[in-house]
């Protein structure tokens, strides 16, 4: 084991202890609200069983919607469990297990990386292929501009070839088909929203909203921002583009019934692989509140 993650489980144990005998959580007016990317079966089994110990009920992101939208207080603990870009090993290591214990999902799902199999980052954190781009060594990815990082990546794409990791078009319909799962919407390329021109958020949210409405056939309301990055005009254009619920990544708060900003909805992150007291301690979002990014 890891000194990294034993050094995670005697501080998440002792967060989580803290949290179960100090906690703010009111169950009457807080929603819990978290979000994996490609978890280990382990870590999502985990923490959900955990979560349920501890007198968690969850629900799906529609029912969500109805209770935001009502504003009344709510019956027991509460919470969320979201994933986002839906990785394919999502298949095998999370969906048998939400099934298995009831836990109502929704992935949110990017159009493009779902037909080419990777997500762009996959090009721009790969050593082999930034060496040919030797001008890109010192830059954060993620400040590029969306046509410069789209220049950059079809020749990117031309050098190198990555195997598929995210889900296929016939993998999301059918899982678009189950009933505890909800697939939702996240961009066309999985941009910097920010980073976009009026035309390419028209594209990345309303089109590619339009898109997963027909792979899919259901009517997708929800959303996540890329990143966790948006700004008031990717609020205005994704309200246009027929979403009425949104997931930042703030961290360390808990969705409130009475003053939620639906279009800004905060989760805690817990990451793919750290052990189970660090995966509780992240999940409740004590872990955030005191390693403040
Ligand atoms: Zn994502």
Redesign the pocket.
């Known amino acids: 084991m890891s000194i990294r993650i034993v050094f995670g489980n005697i501080t998440g144990a002792i967060l989580t202890l803290g949290w179960n005998l100090f906690n703010k959580f009111n169950p009457k007016q807080h929603i819990l609200s978290l979000y994996l ?1 490609n978890p280990q079966k382990n870590v999502f089994e985990n923490t959900v069983l955990y979560l349920k110990k501890k007198g968690f009920r969850f629900i799906s992101t529609d029912d969500l919607q109805k209770l935001l939208e009502q504003k009344k207080s709510l019956q027991g603990r509460t919470a969320i469990v979201t994933l ?2 839906a990785w394919r090993d999502n298949l095998q290591n999370v969906i048998p297990i939400a099934e298995k214990h009831q836990v109502p999902i929704t992935i ?1 799902t ?1 159009i493009q990386p779902v037909e080419e199999g990777v ?1 762009w980052l996959r090009w721009f954190r790969d050593k082999e292929t930034l060496s040919k781009f030797p001008e890109l060594a010192n830059q954060n990815p993620k400040r590029l501009s969306t046509s410069r990082r789209n220049e950059y990546w079809t020749k990117m794409k031309e050098q190198k070839r990555f195997e598929r990791e995210i889900m296929t078009i016939n993998e999301v319909q059918s899982l678009a088909k189950l009933p505890f799962v909800t697939i939702g919407g ?1 961009t066309y390329s ?1 941009p910097i929203l920010p980073n976009c021109t009026p035309e390419e958020l028209e594209s990345e949210l309303v089109d590619a909203g339009q898109t997963m409405r027909t792979w899919t056939g259901t009517d997708i309301h929800v959303m ?1 921002y ?2 966790g990055d948006f700004n008031n005009e990717v609020i205005a254009v994704s309200k246009r583009a027929g979403f009425d619920m949104a997931f930042t990544t703030e961290e360390g708060r808990y969705i409130d019934i009475r003053h939620a900003d639906l279009m800004r909805l905060p989760r805690n992150c817990v990451p793919n692989a750290f052990g189970r007291q660090e995966s509780r301690a992240r999940a409740l979002g004590v872990w955030q509140k005191v390693f403040k990014k």
Do not use: E, T
């Open positions: 990317h986002d870009d949110f990017p997500m996240h999985h996540a890329p990143n």
